[in-house]
C-alpha cells in the first residue's frame, strides 16, 4: 500500500509518497505532523499545509534571511516571528555579528516536535544568542517596550486564513516600530503564480511603510507552484548592495544562497513586473 | 464530485483540478489528453505526464526560445525538434530575422489536437517562415543534407523512457553537424532537484561536443519540483550576451523574459554550481 500525503491549494494539489510517519499531534493552534518521504526527506505539515522539508528547507530559509542580514549594515539584533522549524534562525545565527536572536514563536509543540523529529533543519537551538519565546508576535511587536532591532525576519503562514493577521497594515506598522532607523525587514510573500493578488496587497501595504520595497523571488519546491517570494524592506538599505566581505565569508557553509542567486532573485519576470506597476497606479 | 489528474514522478505527485475533458486519444506514440483545469486553465498531458498549461506556458517556451535565439548573431534558419502544441516556433517566429524555421514533430495528432483545443498556445501555425514535418527528428539530424541551422531548439520529453534517445552523445552530435559554426542549441534538460543525476549527465555530454555549455533555471510550476532547467550550447556564443536591440523590441510582446529574467536565469545555486564542478571533475 502507498501512502501519500497531499496538499490541496487553489485548485493544485501537491503530494509526496510517505515512508514513515514520525509525529503527529493536536496543538491548541493545529494539527502537527511529521514524516518521512521519499522524494524530500523528513517533511512537516501543519493543518494539512506543507511547511518544509529536509530536501528543500535551505531554499527557503537561505533566501529569507541573508538578503536582509547582508543588506543591513552589521546587524546585532535580529527578531524572528514564527519559523517554529528552526531554520530561520539558524541562518540567523551563521552571521558573527548577530549578538541576540530573539525567536517568537505562538506554538511551542510545534518547536519542540521539530527538536525531536527534525533534527537536521534546527541545528542552532542551543547557541547561547538565541532566545526563543512561545508568545504571540503580533503582541510583541505592538506593546514591547524592548530595544528596537536591526533585521526582522517573518516566517509565518498565508496570508489567507488563520495567518492572515501577519499580513496586514497594522502588523507590518508595529514591525517597523520595532526596528531600527535603517533597519530591515524581510517576509515570505506568497506565490505570486497562484495567490498574485494576495502578493500585490502585501506589496502595497509595505510600500505605504517603507520607502523601499523589493519583491524577490525563488523556488521551493515543496510550496504550491514551486515558485516562491519574499520581500525586503527599508527606509535607507539598498537590496541589491549585500555586504561583499560577510557574504563572502558566509557563502562557503551555504547550500544554495550566493551572491549571484541574490541579485538574481530580484529579477523580475514582465508579467510580474507589469502588475507591480499597475498595482502601485490604483 | 472533483475529478483530479495526478502526475506521479520521482515520489512526488502533482495535480489539477480539471473542470472540462476536451480531448482524449491514443496516438500511434503515445495518450495524448487535453482538459480545463481551476488553476492552470487548459493542459495538455501526454502519457499522463503534463506538457504544457495555458497559465504558465510561457514561463517555458520564452525561456527555451529567446536566450539562443538573442544569443545567435540573427538567426535566419531556426530547427525545432518536438514542440508539438506550437508554443516553441510561435516564440521563434516573433522575430523578424527569421526567414525559415523548420518543425519536426514525430507525433502528427498531437499537432492536430493542439491546433483544435489548444489554440491561444500555438498561434503562429499559418506563419509562411513555418515548415512542420511529422517525422523522427533524430533521423532527420542524422541524415539530412539540407543547410545548417543557426539556431536549434530541442523541446522534448524526459531523459527518462521513451526520450531517452533525445539526451544521447549521438543524437547531441548528430545536432551539432547541422548547425552553422558559431550556431547556438538549446534545450530543456530536466528538473535539477529531482532528476539530478540526469541534469549532470546531460550537462556532461554536451561539454564533450561544444565549446560554451551553460544550463541555466526558472520556474514552470507544471513540471516536477517547479524548477526547471534548459542548456545553452555554442562553440563561440556567449550565453550572457543577449542581443540589445533585438531583446528591447521583442520584450513588449512577451509575457515573462526580460534581459534581468535571462541573466538571473544562469545564476548557478551553490549546490547545483558544486555539483557541476564535481561532475566536470570526475
Not at 48 to 77: I, K, N, Q
Not at 119 to 139: E, N, Q, S, Y
Request: charged share 25%; proline share 6%.
Amino acid at each position: 500500500m502507498t501512502i501519500w500525503f497531499d496538499e490541496t491549494f487553489e485548485g493544485t494539489r501537491f503530494g509526496l509518497k510517505v515512508t514513515r510517519t514520525l509525529y503527529g499531534a493536536q496543538s491548541p493552534y493545529q494539527r502537527i505532523d511529521i514524516f518521512e518521504t521519499e522524494a524530500m526527506g523528513r517533511v512537516m505539515t501543519l493543518d494539512d499545509a506543507f511547511m518544509t522539508s529536509e530536501r528543500d528547507e535551505a531554499l527557503y530559509h537561505e533566501l529569507l534571511v541573508h538578503p536582509a542580514m547582508l543588506g543591513a549594515a552589521s546587524p546585532r539584533r535580529v527578531l524572528v516571528i514564527g519559523g517554529g522549524d528552526g531554520g530561520t534562525v539558524r541562518e540567523v545565527l551563521r552571521h558573527p555579528c548577530v549578538e541576540a536572536c530573539v525567536m517568537i514563536e505562538l506554538d511551542e509543540l510545534v518547536v519542540r516536535a521539530c527538536q525531536t523529529h527534525l533534527p537536521t533543519i534546527g541545528t542552532a537551538w542551543d547557541d547561547p544568542r538565541l532566545d526563543v519565546r512561545f508568545a504571540d508576535g503580533i503582541d510583541y511587536v505592538k506593546t514591547s517596550d524592548e530595544p528596537p532591532y536591526d533585521v526582522i525576519l517573518l516566517d509565518g503562514t498565508d496570508p489567507v486564513g488563520p495567518g492572515a493577521v501577519l499580513f496586514e497594515h497594522d502588523f507590518f506598522a508595529a514591525c517597523k516600530r520595532m526596528l531600527v532607523e535603517g533597519g530591515v525587514l524581510a517576509l515570505q510573500s506568497e506565490t505570486p503564480i497562484l495567490l498574485r493578488e494576495a502578493f500585490l496587497e502585501t506589496q502595497k501595504k509595505l510600500s505605504a511603510l517603507f520607502g523601499a520595497v523589493a519583491p524577490y523571488f525563488g523556488a521551493v519546491p515543496l510550496y504550491p507552484s514551486g515558485l516562491w517570494s519574499w520581500t525586503f524592506c527599508s527606509d535607507t538599505r539598498d537590496p541589491l548592495a549585500p555586504d561583499g566581505a560577510r557574504a563572502e565569508a558566509l557563502e562557503p557553509s551555504l547550500r544554495w544562497y550566493n551572491r549571484d542567486v541574490h541579485r538574481a532573485a530580484f529579477a523580475q519576470p514582465s508579467e510580474l513586473r507589469r502588475a507591480l506597476a499597475a498595482m502601485h497606479a490604483r
